[in-house]
Each structure stands twice: as structure tokens, then as C-alpha cells.
């Protein structure tokens, strides 16, 4: 192994793990939305997409925002891009449920479903990686 190759590897290893998370939440929001198309019909599965995939692209961004800094040297920048990140990810959730809301006949209770699977398995994600 060569000199500061393990760093690297470290550098790496939170957005690649988060990423996989992401790929869990589009999982976990594609069996609900197969569990309500069987249960409660079309629209009921379409909310649930809707609502995981709000959760999901505000994840990615977040990720993305945060994560392209790393490096103690770069401590004010990480910390500033998580505060903003989380702002800026809050207004992408606000802005899309607003969007989906006013312009996609959905059901609420199935739209909420979507995108709280997508906070939990995020949440998870989060507490699982500081364990780690």
C-alpha cells in the first residue's frame, strides 16, 4: 500500500456508504408502493413514489452539498455545507411537496408514507454510520 492511500479510502467511505443508503431508500419505497398498488390501488402506489422520491432526491442533495469538502483543513467549509445543505434540502422538500401537491392527484396519507420511509431509513443510515 502506498503512502496516504489508506486516507483516501477513508475520505471516500461516508458519501459511498450514504449513496448505498439511497439505493435502500429507493428499495424500501418501491416495495411500499408495490404493497399499496396490491392494497389500496394506482394512486395510492403513485403517492408513495412521489413522497419517497421528494425524500430521496432531498437526501442526494444533501449528501452531495456536504460531502464534496473533506479534510480537517476544511473543517469550517464541512461544517458550513452541512448547515446550509440541510436548509437548502428543507426548501427542496418544501418546494417539491408544494409542487406535487398543487399539480399531481395524490393521496396525502400515502404521499406522507413515501417520504417518512425515506427520513427513517436516512436517520438510520445517520446513527448507524456514527456507530461505526
Known sequence: MQKGQGL???????????????VIQ???????ALIY??????????SVLVGGGIGVLGNYYFIKRVFRH??????KQIL??????ELEKLVIYGVLFAIAVVVLPLAI?????????CLLIFWVAAFVSIGS
Open 80 to 85: 458550513k455545507a452541512f448547515c446550509f445543505g
Open 26 to 32: 429507493v428499495i424500501v419505497v418501491c416495495v411500499l
Open 70 to 75: 473533506s479534510g480537517a483543513r476544511q473543517a
Open 109 to 117: 396519507l400515502p404521499l406522507i408514507v413515501g417520504f417518512a420511509a
Open 8 to 22: 483516501t479510502n477513508k475520505k471516500h467511505a461516508a458519501p459511498k456508504m450514504l449513496m448505498r443508503w439511497l
Open 37 to 46: 398498488l396490491f392494497s389500496m390501488g394506482k394512486q395510492a402506489a403513485g
